[in-house]
């Protein structure tokens, strides 16, 4: 199972390469640039189930510590096991 830190920290850098391909756009100011560098929003949603994954308390507390706003979206249903 991955570690709840790994997937946050995986995710935040991807989320900053992808502000960073923004350089240069045109209209994309520096101001814009360095506030989108900070997330401020996370929406666990169509990703599955999230309450399934066993590390979720722990994910969730990590981003209430750095202040990021969080959406938890399930459809509570759980697969039948055999």
């Given at each position: 199972m991955?570690?709840?830190?790994e997937i946050f920290?995986?995710?935040a850098d991807l989320h900053t390469e992808m502000i960073n391909q923004m350089k240069g756009v045109p209209g994309v100011t520096q101001e814009r640039l360095v506030e989108g560098l900070s997330a401020r929003y996370c929406a666990?949603?169509?990703v599955?189930?999230?309450i399934m994954y066993?590390?979720?308390s722990m994910f969730?507390?990590?981003l209430q510590k750095r202040r990021i706003s969080t959406l938890l979206v399930?459809?509570?249903q759980f697969p039948e096991r055999n």
């Open positions: 991955d570690d709840p830190l920290n995986t995710a666990l949603s169509l599955g189930e999230p066993l590390e979720i969730l507390d990590e399930t459809n509570v």
